[in-house]
């Protein structure tokens, strides 16, 4: 419980931990490992915490085979370079991230185990490389991503371009996939954590522990894998491996009703040490005041430094704790990052995120249906334009002339569609749409569907509990009111650059909305043997009947002489004495 | 005759003009019953949207109609419901037509046959007059325009009942002796949904009986009239598919409809007997028992056939019921058609074993069929097996109606050429039996 009416500040914390170590020339391989905790206090009570990884590797993949592995790990560089794969972006999630009472997310990723991947333009086979990638990723991360087939994968035109360097955009190379009902638990987490260069043993990464992970509100871990610039002139090119873990943790129901909280109450653990192999290690705290309020909340032990930025249009203020700094670990070699809140806080609003969605189901009954998905625009003069990317499954038949997206009262027509139909069985339907949204508006976009009754082997083993839709997608560049410096990749934070920025004036955000659960109907599955025998009994009647009058015809009847019966039941009349027949 | 014809149109008009105008029509399009994935009229529209979309109508599995059908309404898509009020108006009186023509056809024959004394003395009682014959047509009209089913077709603006104006016009045709336009609305219908393929069978029986050409394997005139009306037949058929393919310079159209029909992808229920089968098939034989499905439609053709050859109208009829129960995706629609055929065989009505019952169960299970899907759809309080079963029953009831048809015309037949008083050896009275 605990949802409080009024919003709360959300001091946020970020650990950054970031690190090139300086590497051989000849090995050509650095590896910064940056950290980014982010620990947000969230309006309801709730801590989110983000971690990221990151290892930057200077070698070019393509050319010459590539022996020597140091810190990017080899199950992964040999899948780059073995399928001719650009860009990979795996996110496995559980649970939702509820914009409207979270805020905006640093990272968001659909319920379930998303992927989408660029494929290098050499690549001929393009499905087939996905099919392989596929089942290699689930092997790697425990995860059936090998249920990943031609019917949820799509090729979206226009919603994810790439993250990295690229030279054109041909959208047959993007493939890109959800499977919403994937769940997440330890034995994903365990290959996830082996993947870092120090494994979970020293660094950040002691405070992934599974236990904790997992008793959370929301839990997302992700693997981003493109080529960067490898320095400003841009004149070579390095593979960056980011490892994103975001953990939003419920303290209103697990930490007693107060809004303390510090790692040790967190994870159960503290830092203790730097991983050796990492050139930058860093934790950032979220202490943004509210309302111009300082000395709202105090963290403990005093940080390094703080660092101020614009990020995601709202101007944050963090925190620091370099971990290589000598004198931030003290005798106890333990750093136990705690805040606290000075005074009990007042109700003062949060504020809303400038976009966000929620999508449902409406409709009753299990022949039709329509999913409805609302888009808030709360931004108080500026209009901007929003793509929506749709991936229904087959058996949901959308009718696309039903569609209609309400904004104000009034039609607002879409200035690009792009739809595929499904075909049964082969592939589902692909619904992207740019939609501009007014400002400070509500934007309704219903599409009528019918549902589909499968084959009874097609269902999976608890019909009931009924089919997920995986979430849909919305990108949109959402222009900030405070304005934004450009800033140099590798000295800023890391949360600040796994998105592109054009301009300093809008940001980029990905936004997914919830999964939606759908029953269709079904068959009985006791019946195979019954249905069989009764519909080849009907055909049967129709076969007996045209056989009779087609290949006998009328005959006066001739008396019979009397088989065996009649002569036994004349013998019995004798014997009463009635006549016989 | 025009006078009560007209009258019939006009209250036909009224009475679908009338629920147009209600909010039952959204109920009726809904029904399963009447649209089925191949000739709903909400897929219409949705395919003409995805062609405003730039994107091809068949390229999903939604859209299953001919490219005919999207021609047609891509300019008509404003007048939908005139449209198809007067597409039943003109089956109506395509089949008033027809029957009037064949009615002097069978006087004539009949008259010829007295005359040659092929019928027994004492049959007076079952040789048909022109009294009872003269309102026959405007039964057919009757039966066909206020039949429910053909109104709830119309109201759902079904392009079944486009099909079953080709039908119609091909029947037409066929009894005026145009051998011609026979084929060419043939051929329109075949394209449309595959199975009339099968009345080539009876017109061209008709057609050699018009021609006084004996229907024997050696005959030189019978091979000779059979090629030419195959090659019109055939070559209308090529010519309406080859403009197809210039409609939308695609040959996509061919699997979304001729491939759908036949393989029958989309387990939509229905009032049919494929749907649930082959949800509950075992995968294994999936391709076994489409394929003994699908030549159950074709096979009855060549037995029906031989039995039936000198009353290729009746063979019409028992052909036109079999495909309408054994397609893959049947609707309230393409029964209505050969259920307008019926007072044409009213003279039959004496001999008829179990017309009360059946007719019971067919009435009993139109009712049930919106309530049994009610409750398993929308109150969840049934299975798909009540559904299922009431469609067994229902089917049931048609094949006994056809047979029993077939039955007492058979068994008229055979009164007709013996004598309707049979006695035995010994002369007491016979049975009549079949053996």
């Known amino acids: 419980g605990g949802m409080a009416a009024a919003l709360l500040p959300l001091p946020l914390l970020l650990l950054l931990a970031a690190g090139p170590g300086p590497g051989r020339a000849d090995a050509g391989q650095e590896r910064r490992d940056a950290l980014r905790e982010e620990l947000t206090p969230l309006p309801t009570g709730d801590v989110a915490a983000t971690f990221q990884f990151r290892t930057r590797w200077d070698a070019d993949l393509q050319r010459g085979a590539v022996s020597h592995y140091r810190l990017f790990p080899k199950a992964l560089g040999r899948l780059v370079a073995a399928l001719g794969v650009r860009e990979l972006h795996l996110a496995l999630t559980q649970g939702f991230w509820r914009t409207r009472y979270w805020g905006q997310p640093p990272l968001q990723a659909p319920a379930g185990a998303e992927l989408w991947v660029w494929f290098q333009p050499t690549v001929t086979d393009v499905d087939k490389a996905w099919k392989e990638l596929s089942n290699i990723l689930s092997g790697i991360f425990c995860a059936s991503l090998n249920f990943i087939d031609l019917t949820n994968t799509v090729i979206p035109t226009a919603s994810f371009k790439p993250l990295g360097l690229a030279n054109g955009t041909d959208h047959h190379l993007l493939r890109y996939a959800v499977l919403p009902r994937e769940v997440v638990c330890t034995e994903n987490l365990t290959p996830w954590k082996k993947l870092l260069p120090c494994g979970s043993k020293a660094g950040l990464a002691v405070l992934l522990k599974a236990e904790r992970l997992f008793h959370s509100s929301y839990h997302s871990q992700a693997v981003h894998i493109r080529p960067i610039c490898r320095d400003a002139s841009c004149l070579a090119m390095s593979w960056e491996l980011r490892q994103t873990l975001t953990v939003v943790f419920d303290f209103f129901s697990s930490g007693q009703g107060k809004k303390d909280w510090s790692l040790f109450k967190m994870f159960s653990r503290t830092l203790t040490d730097t991983c050796p192999l990492a050139s930058q290690s860093k934790v950032y705290v979220d202490i943004s005041p509210k309302n111009k309020e300082k000395e709202l909340l105090e963290v403990s032990p005093a940080p390094t430094s703080v660092y101020e930025a614009v990020v995601q249009g709202d101007k944050k203020t963090y925190a620091v704790y370099d971990l290589l700094n000598p004198s931030l670990f003290n005798t106890s070699r333990s750093l136990n990052v705690q805040l606290k809140w000075k005074r009990p806080q007042d109700s003062s609003e949060m504020p809303i995120p400038t976009l966000h969605a929620q999508r449902y189901v409406g409709g009753y009954g299990l022949q039709t249906g329509e999913i409805c998905t609302l888009i808030y625009n709360t931004h108080p003069y500026r209009a901007f334009p929003v793509i929506l990317l749709e991936t229904v499954p087959w058996y949901l038949r959308l009718y696309v002339h039903t569609l209609t997206i309400i904004t104000k009262g009034k039609e607002n027509k879409p200035s690009y569609i792009h739809y595929q139909p499904a075909q049964d069985r082969r592939r589902p339907h692909l619904l992207e749409m740019l939609i501009q949204l007014p400002a400070n508006s509500v934007t309704k976009i219903t599409i009528q569907f019918e549902r589909a009754l499968l084959k009874w082997t097609e269902y999976p083993p608890d019909p009931n509990h009924g089919f997920y839709v995986g979430s849909s997608v919305l990108s949109a560049l959402v222009p900030s009111v405070t304005a934004m410096k450009d800033m140099d990749v590798e000295q800023s934070p890391l949360f600040t650059s796994l998105f592109p920025s054009s301009d300093g004036s809008s940001y980029f955000v990905r936004l997914y909305t919830e999964p939606l659960l759908v029953n269709l109907p079904t068959p009985d599955f006791s019946m195979p043997y019954n249905v069989i025998c009764l519909t080849c009994t009907v055909v049967a009647v129709c076969y007996g009947s045209f056989y009779n009058l087609l290949t006998r015809t009328f005959h006066v009847e001739e008396p019979s002489r009397g088989g065996l019966a009649k002569r036994l039941a004349n013998v019995i009349r004798k014997f009463r004495g009635v006549p016989p027949l | 005759m025009a006078a009560p014809l007209v009258l019939v149109v006009l209250a036909a008009v009224t009475v679908r003009a009338a629920l147009y105008r209600s909010s039952l029509a959204i109920f009726i399009a809904e029904r399963v019953e009447v649209a089925s994935p191949l000739n709903a009229w909400k897929r219409v529209v949705e395919g003409l949207a995805l062609l405003d979309l730039g994107v091809s109508p068949y390229s999903g599995a939604i859209f299953h109609e001919t490219p005919l059908i999207i021609y047609l309404f891509h300019f008509l898509i404003e007048y939908a419901e005139l449209v198809f009020m007067i597409t039943d108006v003109l089956t109506a009186v395509a089949l008033y037509l027809a029957i009037q023509d064949f009615n002097k056809v069978v006087f004539k024959k009949q008259k010829l ?253 139109s009712f049930l069929f919106p309530v049994l899907w009610h409750l398993w759809i929308y109150a969840g309080s049934a299975n798909s097996n009540f559904y299922y079963a009431i469609t067994l029953t229902f089917n049931i009831g048609q094949i006994l109606l056809i047979s029993d048809y077939f039955y007492a015309f058979l068994r008229r037949e055979y009164y007709l050429t013996h004598g309707l008083h049979l006695t035995r050896q010994d002369g007491t009275e016979a049975m009549l039996v079949l053996k």
């Open chain 2, 113 to 365: 046959l007295i005359e040659l004394d092929k019928y027994a003395p004492d049959v007076a009682e079952l040789i048909q007059t022109p009294m009872e014959m003269h309102y026959i047509p405007l039964k057919v009209a009757l039966f066909y325009l206020l039949n429910p089913y053909t109104v709830m077709s119309c109201v759902a603006k079904s392009t079944c009942a486009i099909n079953n104006s080709v039908i119609a016009f091909f029947i037409l045709a066929t009894i005026k002796g145009s051998a011609f336009l026979s084929a060419v609305f043939l051929a329109l219908a075949t394209y449309q949904s595959l199975y009339p393929l099968t009345l080539f069978a009876p017109a061209l029986l008709y057609l050699l009986q018009r021609q006084f050409i004996p229907i024997k394997l050696k005959s030189k005139s019978f091979w000779l009239y059979t090629m030419q009306y195959a090659s019109l037949y055939l070559c209308s058929l090529v010519v309406i598919i080859c403009l197809s393919f210039f409609l939308l310079n695609s040959w996509d159209f061919i699997p979304s409809v001729y491939g759908f029909i036949l393989s029958v992808p989309d387990l939509t229920p229905n009032i049919g007997l494929f749907w649930y089968f082959f949800a509950e098939m075992f995968e294994h034989f999936s391709l076994f028992f489409v394929c003994v499905f699908q030549i159950n439609v074709f096979f009855y053709t060549i037995p029906l056939a031989i039995k039936l050859k000198e009353h290729p109208m009746f063979f019409m009829f028992v052909q036109l019921a079999i495909i309408s129960i054994f397609k893959s995706y049947p609707t309230v629609g393409d029964i209505a058609l050969y259920m307008a055929f019926l007072p044409v065989w009213s003279h039959l009505y004496r001999f008829l074993r179990n017309i009360f019952i059946l007719s019971c169960v067919l009435i009993f299970c």
